[in-house]
């Protein structure tokens, strides 16, 4: 069974950094894409950057320049650094994975980890 595991959220001013992690667990070695979701409150979640096995990125226009996805394979971890963040970025982020015909995700959904960012 696949297990998605979220972490290294915080409050943070505007301007600052973080970076998430995502340990994996399970039979993950098949899927190609993992990606980095986000869900404000009252707001529905969507996908912020997307990574292929292969290296191959994929941002949203909003954090297109200020984040940075990765994998790490042999880890089985993936990573999201955020830089220059915004108040708007203030969300729960999620990891999943991804196949390119349903960009929704995966039935994989952790806990996620809270960002929040203050002006």
């Known amino acids: 069974q696949v297990q998605l595991v979220e972490s290294g959220g915080g409050l943070v001013q505007a301007g600052g950094s973080l970076r998430l992690s995502c340990a994996a667990s399970g039979n993950i070695f098949s899927i190609n894409t993992m990606g980095w979701y986000r869900q404000a409150p009252g707001k529905q979640r969507e996908l912020v950057a997307a990574?292929?096995?292969?290296?191959?990125?994929n941002y949203a226009g909003s954090v297109k320049g200020r984040f940075t996805i990765s994998r790490d394979n042999a880890k089985n971890t993936g990573y999201l650094q955020m830089n220059s963040l915004k108040p708007e970025d203030t969300a729960v982020y999620y990891c999943?994975?991804?196949?390119?015909?349903?960009?929704?995700?995966?039935?994989?959904w952790g806990k996620g980890t809270l960002v929040t960012v203050s002006s």
């Open positions: 990574i292929a096995i292969t290296g191959i990125t």
């Open positions: 999943n994975l991804i196949q390119p015909y349903d960009l929704k995700g995966m039935d994989y």
